[in-house]
């Protein structure tokens, strides 16, 4: 009876492994890496410590702890919302998805040359001094917009366009921006420790090469978005053209 029991799981686990090295090669390895090393640029978890430390300065580590945990979270319901809605808000304005893109690039290339000049400043001095005057900052302004912000939103919604290409596209997006989500909280819980090991020298560092990456990654998506635009206008023309 033991070695049948054996025999059973033995069978059981080789059907696992089988079944696994069937899914893993009808994933898009590809896009996986792409929506999360995107997203990971775009919310840039490294550069969030310094920001997280100046708004939290004086409160008790379990008072962080919450503050964390409640900006991810309400940056995990916002950027799921606007990941399943914002294409329908998208058709309802009469958007197209390519001239969103274009745009989007354009947004982003601003926040990646930023970065670089170290002049990203995702909030006013005054929204600052407001936010520190309050009980809670979780919410403002670190959800929104110092994580959640336009340039992440517009990230998500791009993801989940070029997702329809593939098997559990959505899926993946979301996964993926889980995964960032969660680095996020793990690097604002120990925020004060980076910050003593990378110093603000590491922080610009990190912050300047993904500031780069993320530029290039804008370039991208205004000639994709330019190039689909520029061919449904010939063929709009070409279709007129011939129904004249």
Same mark, same amino acid.
């Given at each position: 009876?033991?070695?049948?029991?054996?025999?059973?799981?033995?069978?059981?686990?080789?059907?696992?492994?089988?079944?696994?090295?069937?899914?893993?090669?009808?994933?898009?390895? +590809?896009? =996986?890496?792409?929506?999360?090393?995107?997203? &990971?640029?775009?919310?840039?978890?490294?550069?969030?410590?310094?920001?997280?430390?100046?708004?939290?300065?004086?409160? %008790?580590?379990?008072?962080?702890?919450?503050?964390?945990?409640?900006?991810?979270?309400?940056?995990?319901?916002?950027? #799921?919302?606007?990941?399943?809605?914002?294409? &329908? =808000?998208?058709?309802?304005?009469?958007? #197209?998805?390519?001239?969103?893109?274009?745009?989007?690039?354009?947004?982003?290339?601003?926040?990646?040359?930023?970065?670089? &000049?170290?002049?990203?400043?995702?909030?006013?001095?005054?929204?600052?001094?407001?936010?520190?005057?309050?009980?809670?900052?979780?919410?403002?302004?670190?959800?929104?917009?110092?994580?959640?912000?336009?340039? +992440?939103?517009? +990230?998500?919604?791009?993801?989940?366009?070029?997702?329809? %290409?593939?098997?559990?596209?959505?899926?993946?997006?979301? !996964?993926?921006?889980?995964?960032?989500?969660?680095?996020?909280?793990?690097?604002? =819980?120990?925020?004060?420790?980076?910050?003593?090991?990378?110093?603000? !020298?590491?922080?610009?560092?990190? +912050?300047?090469?993904?500031?780069?990456?993320?530029?290039?990654?804008?370039?991208?998506?205004?000639?994709?978005?330019? =190039?689909?635009?520029?061919?449904?206008?010939?063929?709009?023309?070409?279709?007129?053209?011939?129904?004249?």
């Amino acid at each position: 009876m033991e070695l049948l029991g054996a025999k059973m799981l033995y069978v059981q686990f080789v059907s696992l492994v089988v079944g696994w090295q069937a899914f893993a090669q009808h994933l898009p390895l +590809t896009f =996986i890496a792409k929506a999360f090393l995107t997203l &990971f640029v775009i919310v840039d978890p490294i550069g969030l410590v310094p920001l997280f430390i100046a708004l939290v300065e004086g409160r %008790s580590p379990n008072e962080q702890s919450r503050i964390a945990r409640r900006a991810i979270f309400v940056s995990a319901g916002i950027l #799921s919302t606007f990941a399943l809605v914002g294409a &329908f =808000i998208l058709s309802y304005l009469d958007i #197209s998805i390519d001239a969103f893109q274009v745009t989007a690039g354009i947004l982003l290339f601003k926040i990646g040359i930023d970065m670089v &000049f170290a002049q990203r400043e995702r909030e006013t001095e005054e929204e600052e001094k407001e936010a520190q005057l309050r009980q809670d900052v979780s919410v403002f302004p670190l959800a929104i917009p110092l994580i959640a912000g336009p340039g +992440t939103l517009a +990230t998500m919604l791009i993801l989940i366009s070029e997702a329809d %290409s593939y098997a559990l596209g959505e899926v993946i997006v979301l !996964t993926d921006a889980a995964i960032v989500l969660a680095i996020a909280y793990v690097l604002l =819980i120990l925020a004060k420790y980076l910050a003593e090991w990378l110093g603000q !020298t590491g922080v610009n560092v990190i +912050t300047r090469i993904l500031g780069v990456l993320l530029a290039a990654l804008a370039v991208q998506y205004i000639a994709d978005g330019a =190039i689909a635009l520029l061919q449904s206008g010939v063929v709009e023309f070409l279709q007129q053209y011939q129904a004249e």
